[in-house]
Antibody, heavy 125, light 110 residues
Framework: QVQLQESGPGLVKPSQTLSLTCTVSGGSISSGYYWNWIRQHPGKGLEWIGN???????YYNPSLKSRVSISVDTSSNQFSLNLSSVTAADTAVYYCARDGGFDTSGHYHPNFDHWGQGTPVTVSS | QSVLTQPPSVSAAPGQKVTISCSGS????????VSWYQQLPGTAPKLLIYDNNKRPSGIPDRFSGSKSGTSATLGITGLQTGDEADYYCGTWDSSLRAGVFGGGTELTVL
């Protein structure tokens, strides 16, 4: 059974970089799935941040693209999120999740079937 | 403002049926697969429906999904108090080249 676990600081100062890591267990990160970061502001809905394929190919939310970087470490079975120049508006619960991504026909399968438990991040001085 | 539009809330009595709509455009729902998620308070979302109308193993057939044009619908029959949760639709937007979600619908089982 695939499991995902987020880790990282729960408090980040304004203007600094938020860095989180998602560790995948019970399966290989190189197994052909896409690995995503999704966040949820307090009392609000889900916001897709971006994803990465094990090859390193990435897609980002256009509204965050200038500040987001997602990387993968296949040797550690982990992928990471860096969000720079954070403000209070980046305070949220951050989730990592797996989905099917693009199939061989070029169709995307947004089936987020495995999620981490979520990690709350507060941006405050 | 979410790319996909869902009603903020729906309600129905135990045992009844409810539907939750998700409206989008040709760049997202119209040309891509749709999935649905259930989020209970304080927990991560759970996949209920994928590829428009398929249920993952373990999801009861009380939950169903459909898609027509640029809209999708989640149906829940035989409502139970344990179904009270927030429900989200999600898909890919080919123009944005990004994943998108609806704003979420809060289900109340009266």
């Amino acid at each position: 059974q695939v499991q995902l676990q987020e880790s990282g600081p729960g408090l980040v100062k304004p203007s600094q970089t938020l860095s989180l890591t998602c560790t995948v267990s019970g399966g290989s990160i190189s197994s052909g799935y896409y690995w995503n970061w999704i966040r949820q502001h307090p009392g609000k809905g889900l916001e897709w941040i971006g994803n990465i394929y094990y090859s390193g190919s990435t897609y980002y939310n256009p509204s965050l693209k200038s500040r987001v970087s997602i990387s993968v470490d296949t040797s550690s079975n982990q992928f990471s999120l860096n969000l720079s120049s954070v403000t209070a508006a980046d305070t949220a619960v951050y989730y990592c999740a797996r989905d099917g991504g693009f199939d061989t026909s070029g169709h995307y399968h947004p089936n987020f079937d495995h999620w981490g438990q979520g990690t709350p991040v507060t941006v405050s001085s | 403002q979410s790319v996909l539009t869902q009603p903020p809330s729906v309600s129905a009595a135990p045992g009844q049926k409810v539907t939750i709509s998700c409206s989008g455009s040709t760049s997202n729902i119209g040309n891509n697969y749709v999935s649905w998620y259930q989020q209970l308070p304080g927990t991560a979302p759970k996949l209920l429906i994928y590829d428009n109308n398929k249920r993952p193993s373990g999801i009861p057939d009380r939950f169903s999904g459909s898609k027509s044009g640029t809209s999708a619908t989640l149906g829940i029959t035989g409502l139970q108090t344990g179904d009270e949760a927030d429900y989200y639709c999600g898909t890919w937007d080919s123009s944005l080249r990004a994943g998108v979600f609806g704003g979420g619908t809060e289900l109340t089982v009266l």
